[in-house]
């Protein structure tokens, strides 16, 4: 039995004017990749981003993703939140270097320190980090699955006519 017509490449519909959602095959269209920095209207505007060095990681990691060709529009919020997150976790760590505070029984002996609280935060930033980190392929593993692409099977016939 024959499986019926061949489907007709989404292409030749355009070229048709029978291009209508309904007819086209299952190609998702995705946000606007972005190309270069400037297409980002400023980081000045988002919110997420109150100090300096968060709008720095944010560019410095903007730049990075753009060279790679995965940023698009709708992830600038995202990577915000990731930059505003290791901002955090860099303060976090300047606070630990500081010296635990004593705590001193009625008598006033030493009975040990008090943690700092930001250590409790430097822990839980490096988690949500990693986490958001991972997304955008800021850790080894996760950069494997985007460099990750099959390479296209090329048709032997094809070959060989742009041999000749």
Do not use: W
């Amino acid at each position: 039995m024959s499986k019926g017509r061949k489907p007709i490449p989404d292409e030749l519909k355009k070229l048709r004017g029978t291009d209508q959602p309904c007819r086209m095959s299952n190609t998702i269209e995705y946000a606007e990749k972005i190309t270069d920095i400037k297409m980002i209207t400023s980081t000045s505007r988002l919110k997420l981003l109150p100090t300096k060095r968060a709008k720095d990681i944010f560019k410095q990691k903007a730049n990075q993703l753009i060279s790679l060709g995965i940023l698009t529009v709708l992830d600038i919020e995202h990577l915000a939140v990731y930059a505003n997150s290791l901002d955090v976790l860099f303060s976090c760590m300047e606070n630990m270097r500081k010296e635990a505070t004593p705590k001193y029984n009625k008598m006033g002996e030493l009975i040990g320190y008090v943690p700092d609280p930001s250590i409790n935060m430097y822990r839980q930033m490096v988690e949500h980090v990693n986490r958001i980190g991972a997304e955008f392929g800021f850790t080894p593993i996760s950069r494997q699955k985007i460099n990750y692409q099959e390479e296209e099977k090329k048709n032997p016939f094809q070959l060989l006519k742009d041999s000749i």
